[in-house]
């Protein structure tokens, strides 16, 4: 059974960096993509970016792009999401998440239980 565990959020102040890690275990990962969510306050979940386990492709949709960066360690089986310059708008609970499909898709298959992220000004 997949798991995915979240970690490294936190209170931060404005313009600061934050990496957020996420522990993949239980699965055959080889073929998925895996991205990152966050979801704020009265929002809906939007997908920030994802990356293939093998190769390392990655994908960024524009609430991610310019100062989000995702990447892997196959060995560690650890997806990363290193957040920079860091906004209160980004305050949000961050999410972990596999999918066998479409990376693009806000249907992924597996989901972390998600870690906060509060941004101060």
């Known amino acids: 059974q997949v798991q995915l565990v979240e970690s490294g959020g936190g209170l931060v102040q404005a313009g600061t960096s934050l990496t957020l890690s996420c522990a993949a275990s239980?699965?055959?990962?080889?073929?998925?993509?895996m991205g990152w969510f966050r979801q704020a306050p009265g929002m809906e979940r939007e997908l920030l970016a994802a990356?293939?386990?093998?190769?390392?492709?990655?994908y960024y949709v524009d609430s991610g792009k310019g100062r989000f960066t995702i990447s892997r360690d196959n060995a560690k089986k650890m997806v990363y999401l290193q957040m920079n310059s860091l906004k209160p708008e980004d305050t949000a609970v961050y999410y972990c998440?596999?999918?066998?499909?479409?990376?693009?898709?806000?249907?992924?298959?597996?989901w972390g239980q998600g870690t906060q992220v509060t941004v101060s000004s």
């Open positions: 990356i293939t386990w093998s190769g390392g492709s990655t």
């Open positions: 239980g699965g055959t990962f080889s073929s998925s993509f």
């Open positions: 998440a596999a999918t066998w499909g479409s990376w693009s898709s806000n249907e992924y298959d597996s």
